[in-house]
């Protein structure tokens, strides 16, 4: 599905922490069968990937009610942190090795694509354990402080909404 | 037993034959295509960082970067390979295509206490940094090897990949993304920034 292409979205998104994130892609390719002259022989690789994550709060979903001003204090309701932009830049994604022996073909740029997806999948499956949403939180509060005592307020109470 | 019955049975033998050696090919000399898992390897964090990037603007695009290489050299029309190379495979001798579906993300980017405000008694300035590409995004799962026609080395696709974030990057400057990033920051401050006071919103 791909309906998404060519949009423009308005976004309001605060992004405070960056990760980078590695992950060694290995495949191991030994199937082989003594009747199948094709598949007799191994085929390896390591691919290096690499991804930056950044997560932060959606500054488009506060609402008008979720800011109120009391004299020189303000209180601020602020939403859950989320993962804002995630991507892996070929740059930085190379093969560490490949090994293919026997009859069997080297790996094409699609079957590396196909592994590279896959780590892509593992890395935003693991994700929630490295930490990076608390430590989004606790940079968006910091900034949303400092932000608003630029602007004179003395008291800045942060309300959080749990991370799901 | 005349000419022609042998001639047909010759045909058939003939097909027979060859419809062995297509089978034989297929099913137990030909790669055939498989579902590979990767092995389970754990993830490492390389490093942190604390930034402060508000994004306004995200344009979402899908560019084709194509290389394509030609048989060269002459026709040898005894050759049965220069055959397959006209007929068959176009003079066509490696192709590789792209198709990337990325994203650009405009926005500003405030870290390390990169803004002002001021304020008198009726009005309050704020400067901020001017509207920015701040991320242009693609990952294999934006990538699609659409055409792959013989050897390519990574070197090859790694430079297609260059110059599909320098169409996805080209493409998102001619939409002048600029203005309309401008626009969405005023009015995402303006929402903040409560306030009686009159807002003024400087970008350099």
């Not at chain 1, 979903?61 to 859950?80: A, H, Q």
């Not at chain 2, 090919?25 to 930034?51: A, M, N, Q």
């Not at chain 2, 693609?138 to 070197?155: H, Q, Y």
Request: no cysteine.
């Amino acid at each position: 599905m791909h309906e998404n292409v060519y949009e423009i979205r308005d976004i309001g998104e605060l992004s405070t922490s960056e990760y980078t994130i590695g992950k060694m892609v290995k495949v191991d390719d030994a199937d082989s069968s003594w009747y199948w002259i094709g598949k007799y022989g191994d085929r390896k690789i390591l691919i290096n990937t690499k991804a930056k994550v950044k997560a932060g709060v959606d500054l488009s979903k506060i609402k008008e009610d979720d800011i109120t001003v009391k004299g020189n204090s303000i209180t601020i309701k602020l939403p859950p942190a989320e993962i804002t932009s995630f991507s892996m830049d070929p740059k930085y994604t190379y093969t560490e090795m490949e090994s293919v022996n026997g009859f069997r073909d080297k790996f094409t740029q699609k079957e590396k694509n196909t592994f590279m997806r896959q780590g892509e999948d593992a890395i935003r499956d693991e994700l929630k354990n490295v930490g990076i949403l608390q430590d989004a939180e606790k940079n968006a509060e910091e900034f949303i402080k400092d932000f608003y005592k630029q602007l004179g307020y003395k008291r800045v109470i942060i309300k959080k909404t749990t991370i799901l | 037993m005349n000419d022609y019955q042998r001639l047909v049975k010759n045909i058939i033998g003939l097909a027979i034959i060859a419809g062995v050696i297509i089978v034989v090919y297929i099913f137990f000399i030909k790669e055939g295509e498989k579902d590979l898992v990767i092995d389970d390897t754990p993830i490492h964090v390389e490093s942190i960082k604390t930034i402060a990037e508000i994004s306004t603007i995200s344009y979402k695009d899908e560019v084709v970067v194509d290389t394509i290489e030609y048989y060269d050299g002459n026709f040898d029309m005894y050759n049965p390979m220069d055959w397959k190379n006209i007929v068959y495979d176009r003079k066509v001798k490696r192709r590789l295509t792209l198709i990337f579906r990325g994203e650009v993300n405009y926005g500003m980017d405030l870290s390390d206490g990169n803004y002002s405000v001021r304020q008198n008694e009726d009005t309050l300035w704020m400067k901020v940094p001017a509207p920015e590409i701040l991320d242009i995004i693609i990952s294999p799962n934006m990538t699609e090897v659409f055409e792959e026609k013989g050897d390519w080395a990574d070197g090859t696709r790694k430079k297609l990949e260059g110059i599909g974030i320098s169409k996805l990057k080209k493409n998102a400057e001619a939409m002048g993304l600029e203005k309309k990033s401008l626009e969405n920051a005023e009015r995402l401050f303006d929402k903040l920034i409560q306030t009686d006071k009159k807002l003024i919103i400087s970008f350099e």
